[in-house]
T-cell receptor, first 111, second 114 residues
Framework: QKEVEQDPGPLSVPEGAIVSLNCTYS??????FMWYRQYSRKGPELLMYTYSSGNKEDGRFTAQVDKSSKYISLFIRDSQPSDSATYLCAMSVQAGTALIFGKGTTLSVSS | EPEVTQTPSHQVTQMGQEVILRCVPI?????FYWYRQILGQKVEFLVS????????KSEIFDDQFSVERPDGSNFTLKIRSTKLEDSAMYFC????????????FGSGTRLTVV
């Protein structure tokens, strides 16, 4: 079983839609969960950082972690064409240790 | 906003040659990392560096790879004898570590081995 699974998409939505992106994982030791946005041939850009279970909101973005189900989500409200990118989930066991990434979901928002 | 800076942005090298990829992490960060991403595949962890030594490395990081922090600002990845399969984007990252902060990535070096 792969350690972090993420549906690669592609996911296409109209401008203004609510987008839901998800990852599942197998290692119950993961405690730190992140979402990154990556544009083609660029480095990952940190969007959200969460420790343990719960919700975190930042503007149009909400991250949710459900450790009991080993499932994390990123919601994007009022999606914009500029949100078109690949979204990567990543997680680590301890702060500062190796990040394990999902394969990324490619999102396209049309105007 | 503080950035992780990587040079060069693109490097082409012949198989068997040595390459050095360079990074300047964020100045008050304590942990430094190298990751790579082969085209179309996941971002993969290579190595982490803390307190002037390797703190963690993956199976990918074999004897052909080495890392160094030659001074207070630079962090380098050396690949001793490049192979075709080393062609990838190489990302440097840094983090504060303890205290629960995210990891900041550089824009990457695209390494092409011919």
């Amino acid at each position: 079983q792969k350690e972090v699974e993420q549906d690669p998409g592609p996911l296409s939505v109209p401008e203004g839609a609510i987008v839901s992106l998800n990852c599942t994982y197998s290692n119950s030791a993961f405690q730190y969960f992140m979402w990154y946005r990556q544009y083609s041939r660029k480095g990952p850009e940190l969007l959200m950082y969460t420790y343990s279970s719960g919700n975190k909101e930042d503007g149009r973005f909400t991250a949710q972690v459900d450790k009991s189900s080993k499932y994390i989500s990123l919601f994007i409200r009022d999606s914009q064409p500029s949100d078109s990118a690949t979204y990567l989930c990543a997680m680590s066991v301890q702060a500062g240790t190796a990040l394990i990434f999902g394969k990324g979901t490619t999102l396209s928002v049309s105007s | 906003e503080p950035e992780v800076t990587q040079t060069p942005s693109h490097q082409v090298t012949q198989m068997g040659q040595e390459v050095i990829l360079r990074c300047v992490p964020i100045s008050n960060h304590l942990y430094f990392y190298w990751y790579r991403q082969i085209l179309g595949q996941k971002v993969e962890f290579l190595v982490s560096f803390y307190n002037n030594e390797i703190s963690e490395k993956s199976e990918i990081f074999d004897d052909q790879f080495s890392v160094e922090r030659p001074d207070g600002s630079n962090f380098t990845l050396k690949i001793r004898s490049t192979k075709l399969e080393d062609s990838a984007m190489y990302f440097c990252a840094s983090s504060k570590g303890q205290g629960g902060y995210g990891y900041t990535f550089g824009s990457g070096t695209r390494l092409t081995v011919v």
